[in-house]
């Protein structure tokens, strides 16, 4: 993590060293860090929330049913995983043979499980309409579930709710790409256009990489920083399965 005020130099810099009022600056760096934070996994605003038990017969939840205290009222970004119990969970012990089987709820449109929503039943899919979360089939049972997520950026949702000292909740590798982001939000308000065209060709390649979908062309910076979980999988061992191609 860093502070917002450690952006301040780089975005100057960026900007041809023009002055910058610290609250321009920082209301930039909100707006930026709560679209980034949205559109890409980071693994310091995952959560994991607590065991709850699904009302029966009730097939739409506020997020916050799902969430940490702490949590409440922060949108939810992106959900992970929902995990369901068999049956209630119990804690294993050393000398128990207690197992927590279940399953993962499998995310479906609105439209596709709109059926099951009606139909009591074992939940087996979710899904999302006007912010409210739907588990279908409709629970027949109390079962018990839990959320893996990623919240909103505290404070990234009320305007001017950063200060100097808010801690960016990202990896400190997203700096300078909060840095350049914020900057090309501010470049166009000072008569800077074409820097913001350069800033934007730094974020996310160049147009030759933007057309190809990222098989030609330079990468942008927001490409190159691969995510925590994106390295794991670079280090496990992969099952590869052979195709046979034309001659």
């Known amino acids: 993590m860093f502070q917002a005020q450690d952006c301040f130099t780089g975005m100057q810099q960026l900007l041809m060293n023009r002055t910058l009022a610290p609250a321009t600056m920082l209301e930039a760096i909100r707006k930026t860090v709560l679209e980034l934070t949205e559109d890409y996994k980071h693994p310091l605003l995952e959560a994991t929330g ?43 012990g050393q000398f128990s043979s207690i197992t927590n089987a279940g399953y993962d709820l499998k995310f479906r449109s609105m439209d596709a499980i709109e059926v099951l929503l009606n139909i009591p039943g074992l939940p087996i899919y979710w899904g999302r309409n006007n912010n409210q979360i739907y588990i279908a089939s409709m629970p027949d049972g109390n079962y ?22 808010t801690q960016i909740m990202t990896a400190d590798t997203w700096q300078e790409i909060i840095e350049y982001a914020a900057a090309m939000r501010i ?26 979908g990222g098989i030609e062309g330079a990468p942008g910076l927001i490409f190159q920083r691969t995510s925590q979980r994106n390295r794991d999988q670079q280090t496990t061992t992969r099952r590869l399965r052979l195709r046979m191609g034309g001659v």
């Open 50 to 92: 607590p065991t709850v038990n699904l009302v029966p017969y009730q097939n739409a939840y506020a997020p916050d049913f799902f969430l940490n205290t702490g949590d409440a009222g922060l949108d939810v970004s992106k959900i992970n995983s929902f995990w369901l119990y068999n049956s209630a969970y119990s804690a294993p």
């Open 187 to 212: 470049a166009s308000t000072i008569n800077l256009a074409d820097k913001k065209q350069e800033l934007y060709t730094s974020l996310y390649g160049d147009q030759k990489f933007q057309t190809s």
């Open 144 to 165: 018990q579930v839990y959320a893996r997520y990623q919240k909103q950026h505290p404070n990234s949702n009320v305007v001017n709710g950063f200060t100097n000292t």
